[in-house]
C-alpha cells in the first residue's frame, strides 16, 4: 500500500498533513514509515443474479418485491454510507435465468455496441470486478465473448478487431482455458489500485492506495453442462492448482488483498480437479484473504444451517470461516448483499488483512417486518426498453389448459407441472428415433423431468400456470433452464438407481416418531427430484428406508422391470452429462444429443396438441409411496392459502399442519398422512 500523491500541494493541505507531506517529498514515504497504519476494506458481493434485474416475475407477468438487483442496489448504497471503503464484486451467474436474458440473447441478441441490461445496471452501481459462473456458457462462446467485451481466440468464435461493448468493470477467470493454446479465456486475474481511507500511524486520517488482486474461479461442470459449446474448444483446470499457479505470482507483482471469486459451494469429498464444488479446498490454498462463494445458491454464514457443507470441518458457520478464510456467499437473484470487513494494518513492509478480526455477514432486502426495501429507481428507468419488450414478448400466446398446473404439492405427487412437460419430451425422442436411429426403434421411451421451482428461493418460487390461455411466458414457468434435450440408452438396474437418486429429496422417516418429521431433504435441490409420469411405469418410493434402498415395485406394463431391461430416457444436458451425480449419467450414455432446448420442445408441443387437459396431460403418477403407519406427523412446507389445489389435483392425505411454519419467511406447513 502506498498513499497517493497529488499535484496540488494546496489541494493535499485542505486534505491532510499527512498527505501534504507525502506529496511534497520527492521520495514516497518508505514502507517502515506506515508502521502501524490501519485501514478497514468492505468487500460487497453478489452472486447468481440469473438476470433479475428488476423485482418482476416474467413467468406470472406480475412484480415480486422479494428479489431484483434494483433492491440490492438499495443495500449497496446503504453500505457505501456506512463504511469508508468498499469494493463491489460480482461472482457470476448473471447474465442468464429470466425471460429478460433469454429475450437478449435469443429472441432479439443484443448488438455488438449494446449491453445488456443486466450489466448496464451493474455498470451504474460501479461493480468494480466480476467473475463467470456456469450459466454464463449456456449460449455459447461466441455470445459470451460479445457481451463481456471479450475476444477469445478459441474455435468458433467471431475475430473481431474491436471488442464489442461489455461491463465497464475487469471480468475475472483463472480456472478456464483455450483448448488451442493454454491460455486462459478471461484474463486470470487482476490487480486494482483501490484509493482508501486510512487511519495513519499518527492516528490521523489520510488517504491511500491499496492493491487488491481478484482471481476467480468456476465450477469445470460446465465442460459436461454445455458440451456442445465449450467441447474442443476449451478445456478446465483444478481449482487448487490453478490458485496455487497464480496467487504468488499475484503476490509478487504487489498484491497487498487477495480476494478469491468462487463460483462453487463447499463438498468436503476427496479433491479432484474436476469437482464441481471445490472451494472448501480452494480455501486451504495460502494467500487468501476473502472468499467469495456461489452457483449452491445458500446464504453464508447462517448459524443455524443443517447443510452438510456448512458443518464440514474447518467451516465456521456461525462467523463466516471456511479454514480460517473470512467467507461469504449473498444466495440468489439479489436478494442478499454480502459483506466482508477486512481489517488491514501495515507490518512495516506490506499491508496484511487480519483473518481473525474480521466480519462477515449477509444482508437481506426483505426487512426484519417481513416487508423489503425500497428498489433504487435508477435501476428500472435504465432497463425499461428492454424490460417492456421481453413483457411483450413472453405473452405471444401457444395453447390453452383446462386444469391449474402448479409445483406447491410436487413433492407429495402432484404431476401437473411435470406430466406435459415428459410428454412433449419423449414425443421428440420418440419420433427422432424412429426416424434416424432404428438401431434404437424397439426400445421403450420414457422421459424423466423435476419440479424446478418448489420454493426453494420464497413463497412466490413455485411453477404455477392458471387454467385457460397459455403463452410464452406459462412454459417458461413450466421448464425453467434454458437447457438442451438429451437421451440416454439404460438399463433396467440404471432406471432404478436414477430413480433412487432422485428419492433423496425425502429424509428418512422413523414411524415411531411422535414428534412432527420433516418430509423433505431441504438441502436437495428439487430440480434433482427427477420423476416419471408415464402410465406404462410404476414404483413406490419407501421413505423409511435409508437413500439407496427406497424404490419398490418398479414396473412397466405390468411386469417388474429387469436389470437387463433397456430403455431409452429423455431428459436434459445437465443430467445426461452427470449434473446431479446421478450415478452412471456421465456423457457416456447419451445416444442423441438435439440442437433444440427443452424449453423450445415444450413450446411446439403445446402450439400442436392447442388444448391440454388434466385427464390428458396432467394426472398420470408413476410413483407413490410405500404405504406406512407414523405415530407422529409428516410435514412438509409450502406456500400457504394453497391446500384447495392439493385436493382438485386428487392428492388424498394432505391437510394444513400450521397456517404459518414460524420461519419468518411466510411459509405454512402441511401434513401429510403416509398411509394414504
Known sequence: MRFLTMENPMRVLLVAPAIFLAACSSMPPSPSALAGARASLAVLETTDLHANVLGYDYYKLAPDTSL?????????????KEFANTLLLDNGDTIQGTALGDYQALVAPVGCGQPLAIHKAM????YEGGSVGNHEFNWGLGFLGQVTGSRFGVEGTPSRSQPCAGPAFPIVLANVVSARDGKPLFEPYR?????????????????AVVKVGIIGFTTPAIMGWDKRWLDGRIRTEGWRETAQRYIPEMQARGAEVIVAISHGGLDGAGYTPAMENGSWHLAQVAGIDALLLGHSHDVFPNAASKAASFNLPGVDKAQGRVHGV?????????????????ALRHDGQRWVADAGAARVETRSIQRSDRSFVEPDPAIAALVKAEHEATIAYVKTPVGETDFRMSAYFADVGDVSAIQVVNQAQADYVRRHVQANLPQYAALPVLSVSAPFKTGAAGVADYTDVAAGSMALNNAADLYLYPNDLHAVKVDGAGLKAWLECAAGRFNQIDPAR????????????GFNFDMLTDADVRYQIDV????????????????PVRAEQEFIVATNNFRASGGGGFPGLDGSKTIFASPDNNRAVLIDYLKTVKRISRTANGSARSWSFVPVKTRGPVVFRSAPGKLALAQEAGMVGVSLYKADDGSGKGYSLYQFALDR
Not at 74 to 80: E, G
Not at 123 to 126: E, F, I, P, Y
Not at 197 to 207: L, N
Not at 544 to 559: E, N, Y
Open 68 to 80: 431484483g438487483l434494483e433492491r440490492t442496489a438499495t443495500l449497496i448504497r446503504q453500505a457505501r
Open 123 to 126: 455498470n451504474t452501481l460501479g
Open 191 to 207: 490487480i486494482l489500485d483501490k484509493q482508501v481511507t486510512i487511519t495513519g500511524p499518527d492516528g490521523k486520517p489520510a488517504q
Open 326 to 342: 473470512p467467507t461469504v456467499m449473498p444466495g440468489l437473484w439479489g436478494k442478499h448483499l454480502g459483506i466482508i470487513q477486512l
Open 514 to 525: 411422535s414428534e412432527p418429521q420433516e418430509l423433505v431433504n431441504a438441502g436437495f435441490p
Open 544 to 559: 423409511t428406508q435409508p437413500v439407496g434402498q427406497r424404490i419398490k415395485g418398479l414396473s412397466w406394463r405390468g411386469q
